[in-house]
């Protein structure tokens, strides 16, 4: 059983930053990758960005590419997300998941149904 808790969400102008984090419960966690997932009001849930646990490795979503960095500390067992020049349409609940096996299949990791614990949200607004 894995608990994932994040952090870090608030208010901020637009053109400003926030960095969220997601910790990680349980003695051993070695996943496969971690994500984040986003959710706007009225909007269906999707894919942000992903971190392969092991190699560092990340992927992002391309409304999201060149602004927002993924990263990760092993020995923290947390994932973060910094995000840069935010805009209104960032402002969403923002989700974290993590994946312990490796994905198969083109695509799969932009898919929330491929992984396997999810975090409770953390609210993220952008005022213009």
């Known amino acids: 059983q894995v608990q994932l808790v994040e952090s870090g969400g608030g208010l901020v102008q637009a053109g400003g930053s926030l960095r969220l984090s997601c910790a990680a419960s349980?003695?051993?966690?070695?996943?496969?990758?971690m994500g984040w997932f986003r959710q706007a009001p009225g909007k269906e849930r999707e894919f942000v960005g992903i971190i392969v646990w092991m190699t560092s490795s990340s992927y992002y979503a391309d409304s999201v590419k060149g602004r927002f960095t993924i990263s990760r500390d092993i020995h923290k067992k947390t994932m973060y997300l910094q995000m840069n020049s935010l805009k209104p349409e960032d402002t969403a609940v923002y989700s974290c998941?993590?994946?312990?096996?490796?994905?198969?299949?083109?695509?799969?990791?932009?898919?929330?149904?491929?992984?396997?614990?999810w975090g409770q949200g953390t609210q993220v607004t952008v005022s213009s």
């Open positions: 349980g003695r051993t966690f070695s996943p496969y990758a």
């Open positions: 998941a993590v994946r312990l096996l490796r994905f198969s299949g083109s695509g799969a990791w932009s898919s929330e149904s491929r992984y396997d614990y």
